[in-house]
């Protein structure tokens, strides 16, 4: 049996809500935390380097590496697995950095609440999809499915129920 080792880090503030993989090299691996913000190794986990520190929020609820461009990050704040005795926190949207998380430009979504998947199209990488629960302490109408056409730049609410129905996750192929 396999031993498993913890390497860090320890203190993220909650739990993990993704693990992506740099699509070329293997040693490149992000993680993104509940409350904790997102980090990169580039040694295969051994050492980690927080890349979302500078953002006025660190609750993560997903983020997604573009297929066409694997400095291209997207990451949507605010926690969507709220519940069960667990602090949770609303995020503040939507944000892109072109360079390997080394600077960050907001996209919009600021009251999306918590955001629960981040999906690219891997057809058409300028086509991302966000699913969003919502604030977590109310209702309100940006809860729903949100597409955009230009990397991020403009967003439409494609599915929408009502203000107390929010989007979890999003898969596309």
């Given amino acids: 049996n396999a031993l498993w080792e913890a390497v860090g880090p ?14 070329d090299d293997p040693n490149t691996v992000y993680f993104s935390a ?6 990169r190794s580039a040694d295969g986990g051994n050492t980690w380097v927080p890349i979302f520190d500078e953002a006025d929020n660190l609750a993560i609820g ?6 066409n461009d694997p ?6 704040t605010g926690e ?8 949770s926190y609303d995020g503040n949207g939507m944000f892109k950095s072109d ?5 960050w430009t907001f996209l919009g979504l600021e009251k999306a609440g918590s955001i629960g998947k981040v999906e690219i199209d891997p057809k058409r990488p300028e086509r991302i999809f966000v699913a969003a629960m919502g604030s977590l302490f109310g209702d309100n109408p940006e809860r729903g499915l949100y ?12 599915l929408y129920q009502n203000d107390s129905t929010g989007a979890i996750d999003v898969a596309v192929s």
């Avoid at 997903?62 to 297929?67: E, G, N, S, T, W």
């Avoid at 400095?71 to 949507?76: C, I």
């Avoid at 955009?148 to 967003?155: F, L, P, V």
């Fill in 10 to 23: 320890t203190n993220i503030g909650g739990r993990i809500t993704d693990v992506e993989l740099h699509p």
């Fill in 34 to 39: 509940a409350a904790g913000g997102l980090f």
């Fill in 62 to 67: 997903d983020f997604a590496i573009a297929p």
């Fill in 71 to 76: 400095n291209t990050l997207y990451v949507g």
């Fill in 80 to 87: 969507a697995n709220g519940g069960g005795n667990s602090l």
């Fill in 99 to 103: 360079d390997a998380g080394q600077s």
């Fill in 147 to 158: 597409r955009s056409e230009d990397s991020g730049e403009n967003w439409e609410q494609v």
